[in-house]
């Protein structure tokens, strides 16, 4: 089993920045993929965004080039590095574990963290 726990979050000014992290524990050698999701009130939950085992990031056009998400393998974290932050930024954000390996065996699975709430305001 593997846990999810996230930090970072809070109350930014348009244009600061945030940084949230997100801290895997248990059975877990190294993540393989891991993805962040927003959700604003009254929204559906959207993608932000991604990272794979070699490094490779993806992005919504949304946040493209205002957010960076990078990981530390040491640690077992990924990171979700917000810059240039805007109102419509505000949402509750959640890192969503889909692969992992532990020391023998590839893991396809769907773990969420508890959310961290970002909000955009002046």
């Known amino acids: 089993q593997v846990q999810l726990v996230e930090s970072g979050g809070g109350l930014v000014q348009p244009g600061g920045s945030l940084r949230l992290s997100c801290q895997a524990s248990?059975?877990?050698?190294?993540?393989?993929?891991m993805d962040w999701y927003r959700q604003a009130p009254g929204k559906e939950r959207e993608l932000v965004g991604g990272?794979?085992?070699?490094?490779?990031?993806n992005y919504a056009d949304s946040v493209k080039g205002r957010f960076t998400i990078s990981r530390d393998n040491a640690k077992n974290a990924v990171y979700l590095q917000m810059n240039t932050l805007k109102p419509e930024d505000t949402a509750v954000y959640y890192c969503?574990?889909?692969?992992?390996?532990?020391?023998?065996?590839?893991?396809?699975?769907?773990?969420w963290g508890q959310g961290a709430q970002v909000t955009v305001s002046s």
């Open positions: 969503n574990l889909k692969r992992y390996s532990d020391y023998d065996v590839l893991w396809e699975v769907d773990y």
């Open positions: 248990g059975s877990i050698f190294s993540i393989l993929v």
């Open positions: 990272i794979v085992n070699d490094g490779r990031t």
